[in-house]
């Protein structure tokens, strides 16, 4: 009769220090408790690798977060509401019940944005369609709710997926700081079964480009060096830092000229993982006030930014211990079966 998974960790944790480590750690189960379908993120592969669009971070966070409350038996896409608290939480905004005005300045500038994205016409021809990101957002000033709702032309892109689609932790990406970051992954990530990919620097300048800026033919750090510098290599490092995958990049070159750039995608095994979170992923504690101050755009007191420090280290260490017990139900399921000894993982 095959191990359960609880028996092979317990005899896991006997046996080895990590087994003890992941099965004992509280973030660990607290973390996996919570997380259920509800929390994954869920679209076309059509959508991640073929769509032109340009969100900030809280943009992104905004959609992300509209997605994954979409439920597998939903037939269209549903409203959402949030708390002001809980909508200034996931887009990382500060000063919560009172920045009425923050918060309609990223809903509006949302709202404003399109996205290119492919779709079968009823001729059954390929073509690409703009559409909204969120339509008709409105925020009830009495009982300090927001209610937003994706385009319902997004459908195609988001309901009934048999295929071609690529799922992912929403935890996995509400910790990355940088725009161009959560693009890059959520790409990567959908070619993380062929674990390489080659994309060309043109192709992926579109990826990250706004749809009136393409248009307009504007690109985005035209200069080589300065696009390698602050979209690709920024954004490698904020990814393996944070995130459950691990990426190489390589670049290839056409008459010495940068032209493509090779990735290769391959996930952390949970020593990696808990290594990562007990390094303490977090802010520096020899990190001044004025520079948290400068990343978050306003003054804050001393207490505060403590208190900030701790909720930013809780969260990404809970993200990667997370991912590490997650990983850890794998190898134990093969070690249960005696596919891998303690030292493979």
Request: one cysteine or more; a neutral charge.
């Amino acid at each position: 009769m095959p191990k359960k998974i609880d028996e092979v960790i317990s005899e896991m944790s006997e046996n080895g220090a990590l087994g003890r480590r992941v099965a004992g750690n509280a973030h660990a189960q607290n973390y996996v408790e919570r997380t259920s379908t509800a929390n994954l993120v869920v679209k076309s592969n059509d959508l991640i690798q073929k769509a032109s669009y340009d969100l900030s971070t809280t943009e992104q966070r905004i959609v992300l977060s509209l997605i994954q409350q979409i439920k597998p038996t939903d037939q269209t896409i549903p409203p959402v509401a949030f708390t002001v608290n809980n909508f200034c939480s996931i887009c990382g905004l500060t000063n919560g019940g009172g920045n009425y005005l923050t918060i309609k300045d990223s809903i509006k500038s949302l709202a404003d944005k399109s996205v290119w994205a492919p779709f079968i016409n009823q001729k059954g021809e390929k073509s690409m369609k703009l559409m909204r990101w969120i339509e008709n957002p409105v925020i009830n000033m009495d009982t300090n709710e927001i209610y937003l709702k994706l385009d319902d032309m997004l459908q195609s892109q988001l309901l009934n997926l048999k295929d071609h689609y690529t799922k992912y932790n929403l935890h996995s990406v509400i910790v990355l700081k940088s725009q161009y970051s959560i693009r890059l992954y959520e790409i990567l990530k959908s070619y993380q079964f062929q674990k390489n990919v080659k994309i060309s620097v043109d192709e992926l300048r579109q990826h990250l480009t706004d749809a009136e800026d393409i248009k307009k033919k504007k690109v985005i750090y035209p200069v080589f060096a300065d696009f390698r510098r602050f979209v690709i290599e920024s954004s490698i490092k904020e990814i393996n830092k944070l995130t459950e995958i691990n990426v190489d990049v390589e670049y290839a070159k056409t008459s010495r000229k940068v032209t493509d750039i090779i990735f290769t995608i391959s996930s952390k095994k949970p020593k990696e993982l808990l290594e990562a979170a007990e390094k303490g992923i977090k802010k520096n504690s020899k990190q001044t006030r004025g520079e948290y101050n400068d990343m978050y755009g306003r003054r804050i007191t001393q207490e505060e930014y403590e208190n900030a420090k701790k909720v930013d280290f809780s969260r990404e260490e809970n993200m990667l211990f997370s991912d590490a017990h997650e990983s850890l139900l794998t190898y134990a399921e093969n070690y249960g079966n005696k596919q891998i000894s303690l030292d493979d993982i």
